[in-house]
């Protein structure tokens, strides 16, 4: 089969360790594992130093591009907008997220193909025009076609989804980020990113019984939290990370998006040669071997930890038991010993409605192999199923090596749902049947994300995050008070059984058949890009204004989001990703579920023109046509959640100037920088709880804005009483220059023109 990027991974791994050489030699210290992938990927070799971790800034040159369906729409529209011909590093875009999972994989995928033709159309247009490979919808999820596909030991990848960083199971640097990030590296500029912290995780011991890996990072987001680990690279190591599948390492890395991580990764070891052999790429692994020795830390690191990582978390594999997380946020971690009675102590709703095993997490052979091994025995025990169970395989591949190996039957004889190879219920996409989308009720997923109406849309679905495992032996009992791994369960005989240890094969005798169907394309200018005027999914960007200090006299504080402000509060998906490819549709979306800090709504915040309450959007409008800026206000960790930069976008285009937390997360931070956003942090987070709901907010000293001088907040209260403080920010020189430009994007306009 053919091996994608065999050029260039040959020639990466022909200069990889003498480089490393070159760099330890300069820098004289023994190198973490991250050091010395992000190191070797300096836009220019000569800029290595002794970077300061959390402080200094580096440019880097990663070697692959990946966006998803959703996200690449607006990243490609900027992209048209750069006068390129093609794309300087290979790329590729991967139909998953705009397939609706209802009925099956057949009807949906269908629905979905003419339902989508128009973006799909534009989407393979722009990719044949400029090069880029193109997954068609149905061939699996992006960070699954990845792994099989493209990720390589000590390669570095960007993509635009804050999942990306799955591929660190394969000991690739992979990084999540918006897609003003994902342009500047398709059209050959530096890639900048502040050099993060390193969390070192020792892994000790060997799993056992009903853990699995997927408890590994279900524990590490109680103990970090979902902002724990920002700006921070999780690296694992110790013999206890050896024992694990390279699907179980993926779902590690996966998942440490949760914990706000800018990526994690794993050493290369036999099970990820294992499987780069497994799914038809024997000579990346054989070079991945000779190369091994720098595709981990030194020596020295792992002797003495503690003086090369920020910080050193130590979990014991062989002591760890099944987790659930949840409700509503990922870091609520629970051992599952102790989980029945967090749901009498809460009043969670006890009763398991749905089990969703799938995402981009866990859908791998390996996932679907574990959890149908639990399927068998509710039929060899005479059990009877009490939850709905729903599937998403990962990929194509997936998906045939279990439909040929009895897999895909094991779940249809206790009547599961098979959907399409996609995303589905895990970003909004699952149009559920139900008598009341406002219902209390208990759903557990394989997933990764379980904010509130992030499934279902239904604000009252208490959604936890578990293994496919227990996904699948909870959906049997029905209860979420069940513990397989104590507890028995009434058979149709009138008999007490308890379920067998699940187990799987990793991988099915023959390796995975690797079916693509991958469109590998050359550019080519005659292509034309066709998008109608009077499209309502698809709209020209238009460049964003540039700085004018009178903007930021004056604003009047359009909403003060109370408590968690994820992107899903800020750019909803769900039923509004088919306006991703249209800023000014989706824009009507923008701040919808963020909680009004006045009066405890959403979307119903004070309009300063008329006195009366109004949507978000509407409000943002009406300012807007009246030539004012606005101003928005939050809490921590703004942001958090996925790398969609709409999030960013859609406050730049109703003309609010100002982001203004007590915290951001990394992607979204970014993200606004890059948009020509002034995103700032209280100095006094107290200074927060100042902010009334009818004051006009200034930036005093705007005109003087430089890197790591405070900028001064005077905010003047519906009785002319003045307060001023002072909130700090991130912005370095360069992103200076987007932030007077009105963006990223205009920045690298003016450079290509001049």
């Not at 799909?120 to 992006?142: N, Q």
């Not at 009498?344 to 398991?352: I, S, T, V």
């Not at 990394?666 to 920088?673: A, G, P, Y």
């Not at 006094?684 to 200034?698: A, M």
Request: hydrophobic share 35%; aromatic share 8%; proline share 3%.
């Amino acid at each position: 089969m053919q091996i994608y990027d065999i050029e260039m991974i040959r020639e990466f791994y022909k200069n990889y360790s003498s480089k490393i050489e070159r760099i330890r030699s300069k820098i004289k210290k023994p190198l973490t594992l991250s050091e010395k992938i992000l190191f070797a990927h300096l836009y220019n070799e000569n800029d290595i130093k002794d970077f300061k971790r959390s402080e200094d800034y580096a440019n880097f040159k990663p070697d692959r591009v990946a966006m998803q369906d959703a996200t690449a729409q607006m990243t490609l529209l900027q992209f048209m907008n750069a006068g390129k011909t093609s794309s300087s590093v290979p790329a590729t875009i991967h139909c998953d997220h705009l397939i609706e999972a209802c009925k099956g994989a057949e009807e949906d995928l269908k629905n979905a193909l003419n339902i989508n033709k128009e973006v799909y159309d534009f989407l393979e247009s722009v990719a044949k025009k400029y090069g880029l490979g193109f997954w068609e919808a149905g061939s699996g999820i992006i960070h699954q076609i990845i792994l099989e596909n493209y990720a390589f030991p000590g390669g570095l990848i960007i993509g635009t989804d804050s999942h990306t960083p799955n591929a660190g199971g394969l000991g690739m640097m992979a990084i999540g980020v918006g897609g003003a990030d994902a342009v500047d590296v398709m059209t050959g500029q530096e890639w900048e990113l502040k050099v993060p912290n390193i969390i070192g995780v020792k892994l000790t011991g060997k799993l056992n019984g009903w853990a699995s890996a997927k408890d590994v990072i279900l524990k590490l987001a109680g103990i970090l939290t979902v902002k724990g680990a920002t700006n921070c690279i999780i690296e694992y190591f110790g013999e206890g990370a050896s024992t694990l599948s390279a699907m179980g390492k993926s779902s590690i890395c996966n998942m440490g998006a949760e914990v706000g991580a800018t990526t994690s990764i794993f050493p290369f070891d036999n099970n990820i040669k294992e499987y780069l052999i497994k799914t038809g790429r024997e000579e990346v692994a054989n070079l991945s071997e000779e190369n091994s020795n720098n595709l981990k830390a030194d020596e020295e690191v792992y002797k003495n930890p503690s003086k090369f990582y920020d910080r050193i978390i130590e979990i014991n594999l062989s002591e760890l038991e099944p987790y659930i997380n949840g409700p509503f946020t990922p870091d609520s971690s629970s051992k599952i010993s102790d989980f029945a009675k967090k749901v009498e102590e809460n009043k969670y709703p006890a009763k398991m409605e749905v089990g969703l095993i799938g995402s981009c997490t866990n859908s791998s052979y390996y996932d679907l192999s574990k959890a149908a091994s639990l399927a068998r025995q509710v039929i060899e025990k005479k059990l009877k199923i009490k939850s709905q169970i729903i599937i998403n395989p990962g990929s194509l591949n997936s998906y045939n090596a279990a439909l040929k190996n009895g897999i895909i039957d094991d779940f249809k004889k206790i009547n599961a749902i098979i959907m399409t190879n996609a995303c589905g219920p895990c970003i909004g996409q699952w149009k559920r049947e139900t008598d009341d989308n406002n219902r209390v009720n208990s759903i557990v997923t394989s997933f990764n994300r379980n904010f509130a109406k992030r499934a279902d849309g239904n604000p009252n679905t208490h959604a936890f995050i578990a293994s496919p495992e227990i996904v699948m032996a909870l959906s049997i009992a029905g209860d979420l008070r069940f513990n397989p791994l104590t507890d028995t369960l009434t058979n149709e005989d009138g008999e007490e059984v308890k379920l067998d240890i699940p187990f799987g094969d990793a991988f099915p005798k023959e390796g995975l058949s690797m079916e693509s169907r991958a469109k590998e394309n050359i550019p080519d200018s005659k292509v034309e890009i066709i998008i109608n005027k009077n499209s309502n999914r698809l709209q020209l960007l238009k460049p964003f204004p540039k700085f004018n200090a009178e903007d930021f006299k004056n604003m009047p504080l359009l909403i003060k989001a109370k408590g968690k402000c994820t992107t899903d509060h800020i750019s909803m998906a769900g039923a509004w990703l088919k306006y991703r490819g249209h800023l000014e549709n989706i824009s009507d979306n923008m701040l919808m579920g963020a909680v009004n800090y006045f009066n405890d709504k959403t979307n119903s915040v004070f309009n300063q023109l008329n006195g009366n309450y109004g949507e978000v959007s509407k409000v943002a409008k009406e300012y807007k046509l009246n030539n004012i800026s606005s101003i928005v206000v939050a809490e921590e960790n703004y942001g958090e959640g996925s790398s969609r930069e709409h999030a960013a976008m859609e406050p730049r285009f109703l003309n609010v100037k100002v982001i203004l937390v007590k915290s951001f997360a990394r992607i979204h931070e970014t993200n606004l920088k890059k948009q020509g956003m002034l995103a700032l942090t209280f100095k006094d987070k107290n200074d927060y709880d100042k902010i009334g709901e009818k004051d006009k907010i200034s930036i005093e000293n705007i005109e003087s804005f430089s890197p790591n001088k405070p900028l001064l907040i005077r905010v003047v209260g519906e009785n002319k009483n003045e307060i001023y403080f002072e909130a700090l920010h991130t912005y370095n020189e360069t992103q200076i220059e987007w932030f007077k430009n009105g963006g990223a994007l205009n920045t690298l306009t003016l450079l290509k023109n001049y």
